[in-house]
């Protein structure tokens, strides 16, 4: 059985789609979705569909980033829902064709917030913990605070632990490559922008990318 790691969607459902189209990942391997489903690209609802269908059939993780968190704190107020929509929000809504922003959260179907609520802060098997942002040094997974599971960017990250390898997402590579620092691999590689949805074999360091034009990228780090 083999882990794997995927970046950060942003609603590229095609992306995501001929990511398993390349057949890599089978039923019975371990799949580590780092967060942020959601937001910023074409088609948010898509992917969450996507995500809750293929759950049944595959052994899937889902971290949660820090754009499901605005997403459940929009709900609150119209404050918060509007710098949600400003962050990329707006385009989540419009894949859900709702136009009724003081509606909104009724035209969402209740499965989609039990997704979204359902996310994990941090998932660790063995020498990996997948982490939406960071880790703070010096602090256990179960002590982190939020700005350092889901809001720091972590451009030169510090070791975490010498018998730990770190894998996250949320400081976006805008160049598409895969940021490996050793102690620390950041694999948001930009999907929703223009480059590419990262996923990453843990144990072997073989990746393949895929981008919402439906070409694929395969190497190792």
């Keep these: 059985m ?3 790691a995927i970046g950060d969607i942003h609603g590229s459902l095609k992306a995501l789609t001929t990511l398993f189209d390349q057949n890599t990942i089978k ?3 371990l799949v580590v979705f780092l967060g942020d ?4 690209g074409p088609d948010s609802k898509g992917v969450i569909d996507w995500l809750i269908s293929k759950d049944k059939d595959y052994n899937f993780k889902f971290i949660l980033g820090n754009h499901e968190i605005m997403m459940l704190n929009a709900m609150e107020g119209p404050k918060i829902l509007k710098d949600w929509l400003e962050s990329g929000g707006k385009s989540t809504l419009e894949s859900y064709n709702i136009k009724n922003y003081q509606k ?3 035209e969402i179907d209740n499965s989609h917030w039990k997704f979204l609520e359902s996310c994990l802060p ?3 098997k063995g020498d990996h913990i997948f982490v939406h942002a960071g880790l703070e040094p010096g602090k256990k997974p179960k002590e982190q605070d939020d700005f350092h599971l889901f809001w720091k960017k972590y451009e030169q990250p510090e070791e975490y632990d010498a018998s730990k390898t770190v894998i996250c997402g949320h400081t976006s590579r805008k160049d598409g490559e895969i940021a490996d620092f050793g102690h620390t691999i950041c694999i948001d590689t930009f999907a929703h922008g223009g480059g590419w949805l990262t996923c990453l074999n843990v144990e072997t360091k073989e ?3 895929t981008n919402n034009k439906g070409n694929v990228d395969e190497g190792q780090l």
Excluded: F
């Excluded at 489903?37 to 910023?40: G, K, S, T, V």
């Design 2 to 4: 083999a882990t794997y």
């Design 27 to 29: 039923k019975d391997d």
């Design 37 to 40: 489903y959601i937001d910023r």
């Design 104 to 106: 909104w959260v009724k």
């Design 122 to 124: 941090y998932y660790e």
């Design 207 to 209: 990746y393949i990318k």
